[in-house]
């Protein structure tokens, strides 16, 4: 408990969990009352994997008609969005669907998402950026995450390029939260290491980065009245504390080994949990540097999340000490000295970042120092994210992260050696 504390926590409405579990979908399909929807996948699933088809005869059996849309793309663009919209509704000639499937990685649940908002009638998506009318109506969806993961099943963003800005954009309303998030860890053992490691180190970015972010007494909720984020509490931290937990455990060994059942057990519980967490405490500078980061490079979403992580932890060890001692803790850091130990953090997250073959410097992202002063503005203008950063001169601080990212510069780690040297 934290007596400061102002929970407003959001989940999914039915969380369906563990091995094989798909294989219960059809029939809770029916008893929720749907009888035609709209399954939103890519070529992998529908070409490579009989899960599409195993479905599709599922469905057909419990009464359930579902029709296909395998256009998923990675890092779903506005302009995928309105195109998806626009062939689906052709197909379903007026003949409307009553719930929405999603099949795939976090980029195929996004689009699903942007579907749930537009298929009812024809709009852009970006009609939903900012604000959704509480009178919008919104297609109920299903989230089969085959990643381990973005936690997109348990949020209420669709996170989508948008050509006209820098960064990403997000599509963000309580309702578009699934109406069952159904985790099967059995998906994702087809995933392969570089995906798996992007997941991998994108789940534990979301359980450190809500661990540490602005507590809930203290966030500004701008008047609203269902906020689908509002800073870090208690019931939050419980599920970040086991994500870190199960992520230092079980995320370098699910990359190294994708056989490696217990490891890919382990990180989908690791991402639900994540998701469980900053689904309601909300993110800050690391996701805000890596939209900016994602908008220059156009490298995936783990990878610029893994290069800023170490980074944006060396700048948190003054106002967060205690919560990095317990990150030491859950990462297995041997070290008895509580200082050394906490300050050793930010690097053995860049170690580990290092094992799963993600870089470690913007540099070796391909930014040039040129395009260092652009960066920072772009993230700053990340507002939700910005102002969330649990530090009292946040502008000064992303201008020093990004530099220490570009360069590969860490202060912690210095300072834990100096410690080091001084107590031996
Ligand atoms: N809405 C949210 O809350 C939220 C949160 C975090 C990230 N995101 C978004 O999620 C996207 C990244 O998602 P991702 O990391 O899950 O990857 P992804 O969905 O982009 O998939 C990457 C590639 O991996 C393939 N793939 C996925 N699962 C597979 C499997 N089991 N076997 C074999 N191949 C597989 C896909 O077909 C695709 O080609 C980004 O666009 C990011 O912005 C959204």
Same mark, same amino acid.
């Given at each position: 408990m934290r007596v400061e504390d102002l929970v407003y926590f959001c989940a999914p409405a039915r969380l369906v969990m563990g091995a094989g579990c798909r294989a219960q979908l059809p029939a809770l399909l029916r008893r929720l009352g749907y009888r035609r929807g709209l399954l939103v996948t890519d070529t992998f699933f529908s070409g490579a994997t009989p899960w599409v088809d195993e479905l599709v005869a599922g469905g057909r059996a419990q009464g359930v008609e579902l029709l296909v849309y395998d256009g998923g793309m990675p890092d779903p663009t506005t302009t995928l969005c309105d195109a998806a919209t626009a062939a689906v509704r052709e197909r379903l000639a007026g003949v409307p669907v009553d719930h929405v499937i999603a099949l795939g990685g976090g980029s195929n649940i996004d689009l699903a998402k942007a579907l749930c908002l537009t298929l009812p009638d024809g709009s852009a998506v970006r009609a939903f950026l900012g604000k959704i009318d509480a009178g919008t109506p919104i297609l109920p969806l299903v989230a089969m995450p085959t990643t381990a993961g973005t936690g997109s099943e348990a949020t209420p963003g669709a996170i989508l390029v948008d050509p006209d800005n820098a960064t990403k954009v997000a599509v963000m309303?309580?309702?578009?939260?699934?109406a069952v998030a159904l985790v099967d860890p059995e998906f994702t053992y087809t995933c392969p290491p570089r995906v798996t490691a992007d997941a991998g180190i994108d789940a534990l970015t979301h359980a450190i980065e809500s661990y540490l972010t602005l507590d809930s007494a203290i966030f500004d909720r701008g008047g609203e009245a269902d906020p689908g984020y509002s800073g870090r509490n208690a019931l939050t931290m419980l599920f970040a504390h086991e994500s870190i937990r199960l992520c230092g455990r079980y995320l370098l060994r699910s990359v190294q080994d994708g056989g490696d059942r217990e490891a890919r057990i382990g990180m989908s519980y690791a991402s639900v949990y994540a998701a469980l967490s900053y689904g309601s405490a909300g993110l800050n500078a690391v996701h805000g540097i890596a939209y900016a980061v994602a908008g220059q490079t156009h490298l995936s979403h783990g990878t610029t999340n893994a290069v800023m992580l170490p980074y944006v932890l060396d700048a948190l060890g003054d106002v967060r000490r205690e919560e990095m001692l317990a990150i030491a803790r859950l990462l297995d +850091?041997?070290?008895? &000295?509580p200082d050394i130990a906490a300050a050793r953090v930010p690097g053995v997250v860049r170690e580990l970042v290092a094992a799963v073959g993600l870089p470690t410097t913007l540099r070796d992202c391909? +930014?040039?120092?040129? &395009?260092v002063d652009a960066l920072v503005r772009d993230a700053l203008d990340v507002a939700r994210l910005a102002k969330a950063f649990p530090v009292p001169d946040v502008s000064a601080r992303y201008d020093a992260m990004v530099r220490n990212a570009w360069a590969g510069t860490l202060t912690a780690e210095a300072g834990a050696s100096v410690q080091r040297r001084r107590a031996a």
């Open positions: 309303d309580n309702r578009l939260r699934p +850091i041997a070290e008895t &000295d391909g +930014i040039e120092q040129r &395009d």
